[in-house]
């Protein structure tokens, strides 16, 4: 048996059916995958991912103690920020994810990141940062070489002019955020504690997982979509099954696309989530009988 799967983009539809053939059950995330195996033998079923069997557990998904969920609200911030380094190009991903910070204006110490994988998830991060870092110091440069020009009766107004534009304004929006104060959440304290999502927050996020539980919890979102045909597939899946957030391409906005708004639209009904669990539950009793 395998669950959960998700097997598109394939090159070799023949050879993967040929390699679940003595399977009993497949089960898949996303209707793209079930119709790539609908016309073999394979016994296909579309399920969805395995990750709504975890939020089956504890008193209900918007209570305090569930386990998926952290009860660090300092945690849960008014944005919280997922953007990986594998399978996509980092720069042009930090590029998007710096202008959509800019013109969304959420100070630092409103807005959380958090890393799905050690070390690569905030390769992104601290590209963003070190952009309002350099922006800072060159403003701070300026100023300083500004005054002493003054001072000595150095060059006109437009020269000043022409200096200012070389300036990087998307650094400076940044920097104005003051991102030092954001709260960073390391994958370790993530898997101790759970994912700093709730309802009335606001995601953005190129990772799949992120998107599911936070918009299951009612969380608003967007996906930054990465380029990766593999996770436009897997965030797509979401949105079939009731997701309501939005996707913005990256290489889009690295190039100038207008940013959109900051999301507020929710994310999964309770009656979506309610199914998506219910589907998942007892798709686990029956393979898993309890005796």
């Given at each position: 048996?395998?669950?959960?799967?998700?097997?598109?983009?394939?090159?070799?539809?023949?050879?993967?059916?040929?390699?679940?053939?003595?399977?009993?059950?497949?089960?898949?995330?996303?209707?793209?995958?079930?119709?790539?195996?609908?016309?073999?033998?394979?016994?296909?079923?579309?399920?969805?991912?395995?990750?709504?069997?975890?939020?089956?557990?504890?008193?209900?998904?918007?209570?305090?103690?569930?386990?998926?969920?952290?009860?660090?609200?300092?945690?849960?911030?008014?944005?919280?920020?997922?953007?990986?380094?594998?399978?996509?190009?980092?720069?042009?991903?930090?590029?998007?994810?710096?202008?959509?910070?800019?013109?969304?204006?959420?100070?630092?110490?409103?807005?959380?990141?958090?890393?799905?994988?050690?070390?690569?998830?905030?390769?992104?991060?601290?590209?963003?940062?070190?952009?309002?870092?350099?922006?800072?110091?060159?403003?701070?440069?300026?100023?300083?070489?500004?005054?002493?020009?003054?001072?000595?009766?150095?060059?006109?107004?437009?020269?000043?002019?022409?200096?200012?534009?070389?300036?990087?304004?998307?650094?400076?929006?940044?920097?104005?955020?003051?991102?030092?104060?954001?709260?960073?959440?390391?994958?370790?304290?993530?898997?101790?504690?759970?994912?700093?999502?709730?309802?009335?927050?606001?995601?953005?996020?190129?990772?799949?997982?992120?998107?599911?539980?936070?918009?299951?919890?009612g969380a608003s979102g967007l996906v930054l979509g990465s380029g990766s045909h593999y996770y436009d597939i897997k965030h797509g899946s979401l949105v079939a099954a009731g997701s309501s957030w939005g996707t913005v391409h990256a290489a889009a906005v690295a190039s100038g696309s207008e940013v959109p708004p900051f999301p507020a639209g929710g994310g999964f009904t309770e009656p979506a989530v309610?199914?998506?669990?219910?589907?998942?539950?007892?798709?686990?009793?029956?393979?898993?009988?309890?005796?």
């Open positions: 048996m395998a669950t959960g799967q998700g097997f598109v983009p394939c090159a070799n539809a023949a050879g993967l059916a040929d390699a679940l053939r003595d399977f009993q059950l497949v089960t898949v995330r996303d209707a793209a995958s079930r119709d790539l195996l609908a016309a073999s033998a394979v016994p296909v079923h579309l399920v969805g991912d395995d990750g709504w069997l975890a939020l089956a557990a504890g008193a209900g998904i918007g209570e305090d103690d569930h386990p998926v969920y952290s009860r660090d609200h300092d945690a849960a911030r008014e944005l919280v920020v997922c953007a990986q380094s594998d399978l996509v190009d980092p720069e042009v991903l930090a590029a998007a994810l710096a202008r959509i910070l800019a013109a969304w204006k959420v100070p630092g110490d409103r807005l959380t990141v958090v890393e799905s994988i050690p070390g690569g998830d905030r390769v992104v991060w601290d590209l963003v940062c070190a952009r309002a870092d350099a922006a800072d110091t060159a403003a701070a440069e300026g100023s300083s070489e500004g005054a002493g020009l003054a001072a000595g009766g150095g060059k006109d107004q437009e020269s000043d002019d022409d200096d200012n534009n070389t300036v990087d304004p998307v650094g400076r929006a940044l920097a104005e955020l003051d991102l030092s104060r954001a709260r960073f959440v390391p994958f370790k304290d993530l898997w101790d504690t759970g994912l700093p999502a709730r309802s009335g927050q606001a995601w953005l996020t190129s990772r799949f997982h992120p998107h599911l539980f936070a918009a299951a919890r309610d199914a998506l669990v219910s589907a998942a539950k007892a798709l686990a009793d029956d393979l898993y009988p309890r005796t």
